[in-house]
Structures are given as C-alpha cells and as structure tokens.
C-alpha cells in the first residue's frame, strides 16, 4: 500500500513560470519530508526538505509547503528554468525511522 | 571526492542464474539501502543496513540478499527466486538521519 502519492506523473511548463508539485501522505505519522530530482540514468539527488513542526521552507528557487491536516505537501519551483527538467519524488517518513517511503514521481519539462 | 559508486551501470543475465550488484561508498557514512525503481513507480526498499554485519528487510525483500561484511560495501544479490528481477537498482547511503546519497545505479535486464 502506497503511503507517499504523486498523483500527476507530468507536468509541462513554460520557462520562467512557476512549477507547482503536489503529494499527498496516508500515514499520518510521518513528520520528515523530502523531495528528490532526478535526471535519466542518474540517482535522485536531494532537493529541500521539511519537518512536521514547520509548515514552509525556502532555499533559492526552491519552496516546500507542508499542510499537516491535509496530509499534503507540495513544491514551488519559482522561475522554472530548462535544467529544471527531471522526475521529482516526493519521500516521507517518520525521523525515528531510517526507513524512507517514496511517492511514484512527476515528470517536469520546462520548455523554452 | 565522495560519493557512492555503483557498478556495473548496466547488467544483463539469463533467467535463473543469480547475480550480484556492488556499492561502494567513502562517505563515511553507517547506514546503507537498497532501492528499486520500476516504470511509474516509486523507490521501493529492497534491504537497509544501519551498522556492520547487520541488515533489515524493507518492504520488497523476497527473492534478493545482502551482506554488509565492511562499513563501505552494501552489497546485493538478485537471486533466482525473484521473480521480475528487471528494473533499475539504486544504493543510498546516510549518516544518521540526514537525506540519503544516492549513486548513479544500476540497471539489469534479465532476459
């Protein structure tokens, strides 16, 4: 059973707009989420993460945004630039835990 | 320069011979993973380990194996009894709970 879901698998936008990411979580115990990016043929290199007890972090172009009670987060790319085109996972899970539960991913390609 | 090395990048096999992927990392770091990724599908844990000589199952372990025998090799054997052991294989490593280091992968085609 899928705790981590991504539920658009792609997402076109144009350069210099914003990219809007969305996951969702069914385990409402986890209070540690991350978002991946990943280009063909290569490993998911770490983006930006967020714990439970915040509900926004920034880093540069880059913006998650946590709402607990919908068990819903999601990722602001603000402008979206052409590098910008990969898979994004979304991963959860509870800071006690080694364990990191991944969603199924969203395809971004930014078009000039 | 750091990282995790996975080899080969691409693995091919006949069906029922087992096989075995490395991961090396010089990060220093004590925990290590095992992940699958399928088409349309999330990361899967196959296996993790968070100290020498020992390991957990994750949440597809059936049919795979692991050792961790020194602090910087996790490695994993795709054995027979896999059933749908084509899929792109990915090794991670973590020190304490920070994101996981990923390498590059690897891919096997079992024909």
């Known amino acids: 059973d899928q705790q981590v879901k991504q539920n658009s698998p792609s997402l076109s936008v144009q350069e210099g707009r914003i990219s809007i990411l969305n996951c969702d979580y069914t385990?409402?115990?986890?209070?540690?989420f991350l978002w991946y990016k990943k280009y063909p043929a290569e490993g998911p290199t770490f983006l930006i993460s967020?714990?439970?007890?915040?509900d926004k972090n920034e880093d540069g172009r880059f913006t998650v945004f946590l709402n607990k009670s919908a068990k819903h987060l999601s990722l602001h790319i603000v402008p979206s630039q052409p590098g910008d085109s990969a898979v994004y996972f979304c991963?959860?899970?509870?800071?006690?835990?080694?364990?990191?539960?991944f969603g199924a991913g969203t395809t971004v390609t930014v078009r000039a | 320069d750091g990282g995790i090395t996975q080899s080969p990048k691409y693995l091919f096999r006949k069906e029922g011979q087992n096989v075995t992927l490395s991961c090396e990392q010089n990060?220093?770091?004590?925990?290590m993973y095992w992940y699958r990724q399928d088409p349309g599908q999330g990361l899967r844990l196959i296996y993790y380990?968070?100290?020498?000589?020992?390991?957990q199952k994750g949440d597809i372990a059936e049919g795979y194996s692991v050792s961790r025998e020194k602090k910087e090799s996790f490695p994993l054997t795709v054995t027979s009894a896999q059933k749908n052991p084509t899929a792109f294989y990915l090794c991670?490593?973590?020190?304490?709970?920070?994101?996981?280091?990923f390498g590059n992968g690897t891919r096997l085609t079992v024909t």
């Open positions: 991670a490593s973590s020190f304490n709970n920070s994101p996981l280091h």
């Open positions: 385990n409402s115990m986890f209070d540690y």
């Open positions: 967020i714990s439970s007890i915040k």
């Open positions: 991963a959860a899970r509870v800071s006690s835990d080694y364990k990191l539960s």
């Open positions: 990060l220093n770091h004590d925990a």
């Open positions: 380990s968070q100290i020498v000589n020992d390991f």
